[in-house]
Nanobody, 122 residues
Framework: QVQLVESGGGLVQPGGSLTLSCAAS????????MGWYRRAPGQRRDMVAR???????NYADSVKGRFTISLDNARKTVYLQMNNLKPDDAAVYYC????????????????WGQGTQVTVSS
């Protein structure tokens, strides 16, 4: 069974930094894309950053220059380095992955993690 396990969330002061990680496990043949989405109170779940297996990245305008996404293909793990965090960054962050899996035939399928809380407060 494929699972996405997130870690790294927590409480940080404005201007501080956190690094999120998300590891995919299971019968995974390869990563197509992995990324991070977030949902703040009263808001929809929006894309924060995504990265393809070839290294192409996309960022929400609100985090450009502050967040960096990276992918370790061998470990099937995506990271999100978040710098200069702002109160508006506070949200539950969800890992997303489009993966090629064998279940029992080869398929491309999208998965979601359970989410990790990021709180930005003094």
């Amino acid at each position: 069974q494929v699972q996405l396990v997130e870690s790294g969330g927590g409480l940080v002061q404005p201007g501080g930094s956190l690094t999120l990680s998300c590891a995919a496990s299971g019968k995974i043949l390869g990563v197509n894309t992995m990324g991070w989405y977030r949902r703040a109170p009263g808001q929809r779940r929006d894309m924060v950053a995504r990265i393809t297996k070839l290294g192409t990245t996309n960022y929400a305008d609100s985090v450009k220059g502050r967040f960096t996404i990276s992918l370790d293909n061998a470990r099937k793990t995506v990271y999100l380095q978040m710098n200069n965090l702002k109160p508006d960054d506070a949200a539950v962050y969800y890992c997303n992955a489009d993966l090629r899996v064998e279940a029992p035939i080869i398929l491309d399928y999208e998965y979601w993690g359970q989410g990790t809380q990021v709180t930005v407060s003094s």
